[in-house]
């Protein structure tokens, strides 16, 4: 099993930045993608950002030019760099570990990003 652990969520301006930080620890598979996706109430949860064991990037349209993700191996944790909020972009932020071989995802308990002024 693996426990993901988020931070960096909360209240920003329009216009403003956040990072989102999400950890993995346990059992983890070498051969994995990280990333984050986000939902509204009463929506379907939607790929926002991910990274592949390779460093294989894939964002969404709607952030591109203003997120950016990363990863380091070596700590077992992505980053969601997020420029430029939007209003559009208020969310549950929820990270995932994808293994690439089997393709078993596990989700992190999600963080709120909420951009108001």
């Known amino acids: 099993q693996v426990q993901l652990v988020e931070s960096g969520g909360g209240l920003v301006q329009p216009g403003g930045s956040l990072r989102l930080s999400c950890a993995a620890s346990g059992s983890i598979f070498s051969i994995n993608t990280m990333g984050w996706y986000r939902q509204a109430p009463g929506t379907q949860r939607e790929l926002v950002a991910d990274i592949s064991s390779v460093g294989s990037r894939h964002l969404a349209d709607s952030v591109k030019g203003r997120f950016t993700i990363s990863r380091d191996n070596a700590k077992n944790t992505v980053y969601l760099q997020m420029n430029s909020l939007k209003p559009e972009d208020t969310d549950v932020y929820y990270c995932?570990?994808?293994?690439?071989?089997?393709?078993?995802?596990?989700w992190g308990q999600g963080t709120q990003v909420t951009v108001s002024a």
């Open positions: 995932h570990i994808r293994n690439e071989i089997s393709s078993v995802r596990q």
